[in-house]
C-alpha cells in the first residue's frame, strides 16, 4: 500500500531535514533553547519595526506552549522558547501550499481531477480504525483539486494529505522530499516533516517557522478562501464541518491537535485600526492538554484571541474592531 511504501522513503526525508538543520548551525544553546537568529527569533517585546517607527505594545503571548505573530506589514515576533515540537494537522498547510505552487488555481477554476482507487479507499479505512482524522472516499468516487483542497483543510483529512502527496509527486515519499526542500528554501529551519498530514508526531516545527509557511500560503486567494469557510459538501462524505473554533468569529485558518501536539491555530483577521485594514496573522502551538479535540481547539482559539485582541486596543490610533476573514491579506 502507498502508506508501507512512503514508510521506505522516511530515512531520506529525515537525512534531508538533518542536512536542512545543520545549515544553520546547533540547534540549540547549552539551555536546550534555540539561540536568537535575528530578525526571525522569539522575543516578548511585540514586532520589531524599523528605526523610524516605534514599537507597538508587547504581544500578550500564551502562559503554555508556544506562538508567532505579525499585524499589518510591521516584523513578525515569536514568543519565547521556541523549540521543534509535534504540530499535528498544520503540517497539511505545506502540503496545500505545495500543491498550490505546483497546480495553481484561479477564481472558480477546479484544477485537476482525480478518481479514488480502491487502495485510496482502504487506505482511508484503515486510517479511521485508528481514529485518524479522515474524509470518507469511495473507489470509482471523483473529486477536483479545490475538492481535495477543501477537504484537506476544513474537515482535515489525513488520507486526503495522502492522496495529495501521491498525485502531486507521484509518490508520498518524493512529497515529503519536497516537504523538507521547500521548509529549508523558506527558512523553517526548525521544522522537520516526516507525513503529509501531521498525524506522526515526528513531524514537527516551531510556531515562527509555521507562520512563514501559513503567510506563504495565504499568497493564494483560494487558500485563503477555503480556510473561511463554515463547512463543505463532498460527493462521498457529505456536508463536514470546519474543527477551526472561531471561524464565525472571522478567524480563518487551520487548526491542529492530539495528544503529542495540544491544540494547533495558523490563521488571520482583519482588524480596523484607525481607519485603516490590517491583517493579523498568528500561530499557536501546545495549547491545553489531554486529548479532547474540542478542549485543545478551545484552547488554541483562545490564545489565538489573546494575540490579537491587547495588540489592536492597545495600537497608537483609535477605533479598533474585528471584522471577517474571507478578504485578502
Known amino acids: 500500500m502507498r502508506r508501507s511504501r512512503a514508510l521506505l522513503g522516511t530515512a531520506a526525508v529525515l537525512l534531508l531535514a538533518y542536512i536542512a538543520f545543520s545549515g544553520t548551525g546547533h540547534l540549540r544553546n547549552d539551555n536546550g533553547r534555540i539561540p536568537n537568529d535575528p530578525g526571525r527569533v522569539p522575543n516578548n517585546k511585540g514586532p520589531v519595526l524599523n528605526k523610524d517607527r516605534t514599537d507597538p505594545p508587547a504581544v500578550n503571548w500564551p502562559q503554555s506552549g508556544q506562538a508567532a505573530f505579525v499585524l499589518g506589514d510591521d516584523r513578525p515576533s515569536a514568543s519565547p522558547y521556541q523549540q521543534p515540537a509535534p504540530i499535528a494537522s498544520l503540517a497539511k498547510v505545506m502540503t496545500a501550499y505545495l500543491t498550490l505552487e505546483r497546480y495553481p488555481l484561479s477564481g472558480e477554476q477546479e484544477g485537476f481531477t482525480i478518481t ?45 494529505a495522502s492522496m495529495l502527496a501521491a498525485t502531486v509527486a507521484g509518490s508520498e515519499a518524493r512529497f515529503l522530499a519536497e516537504m523538507n526542500a521547500e521548509a529549508h528554501a523558506l527558512g523553517m529551519n526548525h521544522t522537520i516533516y516526516t507525513d503529509p498530514s501531521g498525524y506522526d508526531p515526528r ?26 469557510m463554515d463547512s463543505v459538501t463532498l460527493p462521498v462524505a457529505g456536508t463536514l464541518t470546519n474543527f477551526n473554533p472561531l471561524v464565525a468569529k472571522g478567524y480563518a485558518g487551520k487548526t491542529g491537535s492530539d495528544s503529542a501536539a495540544g491544540g494547533c491555530l495558523a490563521f488571520f483577521t482583519h482588524v480596523n485600526v484607525g481607519g485603516h485594514r490590517l491583517t493579523a496573522v498568528g500561530v499557536v502551538l501546545g495549547q491545553g492538554k489531554g486529548s479532547d479535540t474540542s478542549a485543545l481547539l478551545a484552547a488554541a482559539g483562545e490564545a489565538a484571541e489573546q494575540l490579537v485582541d491587547p495588540v489592536a486596543s492597545a495600537s497608537r490610533m483609535s477605533t479598533v474592531t474585528v471584522s471577517g476573514a474571507p478578504g485578502g491579506p
Not at 131 to 139: D, E, F, K, Y
Open 116 to 160: 479514488v482507487t480502491a487502495a485510496d479507499a482502504e487506505a482511508a479505512a484503515e486510517d479511521a480504525s485508528r481514529n485518524q482524522s479522515i474524509v470518507a472516499v469511495r473507489a470509482g468516487e471523483q473529486l477536483t483539486e479545490r475538492q481535495l483542497l477543501q477537504a484537506l483543510l476544513i474537515p482535515s483529512g489525513n488520507n486526503i
Open 203 to 228: 513531524t514537527i516545527s516551531t510556531a515562527a517557522d509555521q507562520l512563514r509557511v501559513f503567510q506563504r500560503a495565504m499568497r493564494f486567494p483560494v487558500f485563503r478562501q477555503i480556510v473561511s
